[in-house]
């Protein structure tokens, strides 16, 4: 499997706390993309980082993206309640392939 | 807005059965995806379709089919279906290029 892995699997932060979520992949990529998916729903895409970019943000996201050692980082800051959902790390491989990792599970406590 | 529909939220079926998920997209999008996802496993790309009529298997071909016929339609078929096919099954599409993907709201599929 090409799939990433994302770390940890499973993660649990009081509201206000800052939440970092790590992607590891196997393959080389064209692009980096994060998705968030609500309890039984469908993804929604979050950022996206080329391969020659090394951080992106959008409001209270910071992504980075390390190609040497083929990994990425989520932060959310200042966490919500409502940020509670999983999120996945998702590589543009050849030929339009794209693969997603196991997710990670994030819960934010009131 | 950009819409990708699931023919079905939730869908049982018997083992052996012939099973059609259908998924349509109104964005003129290139490309099609057809991904699984089960607890402790992520999404598992199936298929996917880079244009009409063309397709490549994704990771977990084995036990499914797909057609597209048309641009903005791309169904998955199990052709007989097992109870180890019970799953959320989740479409996608995205325009060519380095785009971000669409996704439907998914089809939870049980086989009994």
């Known amino acids: 499997s090409q799939q990433g892995e994302e770390d940890p699997q499973a993660l649990s932060i009081q509201e206000g706390e800052n939440a970092t979520m790590n992607c590891s992949y196997k393959t080389s990529i064209n692009n980096l993309q994060w998705y968030r998916q609500n309890s039984g729903r469908g993804l929604v895409h979050l950022i996206l980082?080329?391969?020659?970019?090394r951080e992106k943000h959008s409001g209270r996201l910071r992504v980075t993206l390390d190609t040497s050692k083929k990994s990425s980082s989520l932060l959310i800051t200042a966490s919500r309640a409502a940020d509670t959902a999983s999120y996945f790390c998702a590589t543009d491989q050849k030929a339009q392939k794209l693969v997603f990792g196991q997710g990670t599970r994030l819960t934010i406590n009131p | 807005d950009v819409k990708v529909t699931q023919s079905s939220r939730y869908l049982v079926k018997r083992t052996g059965e012939k099973v059609f998920l259908e998924c349509v997209q109104d964005m003129d999008h290139e490309n099609m995806f057809w991904y699984r996802q089960d607890p402790g496993l992520g999404l598992r790309l199936i298929y996917f379709s880079y244009d009409v009529k063309m397709k490549e298997k994704g990771d977990i071909p084995e036990g499914y089919s797909v057609s597209r016929e048309k641009k903005e339609r791309f169904s998955l078929i199990l052709e007989s279906a097992s109870t180890n096919q019970t799953s959320m099954y989740l479409c996608a599409s995205r325009s060519g290029g380095l785009t971000e993907a669409f996704f439907g709201q998914g089809t939870r599929l049980t086989v009994v």
């Open positions: 980082i080329r391969s020659n970019e």
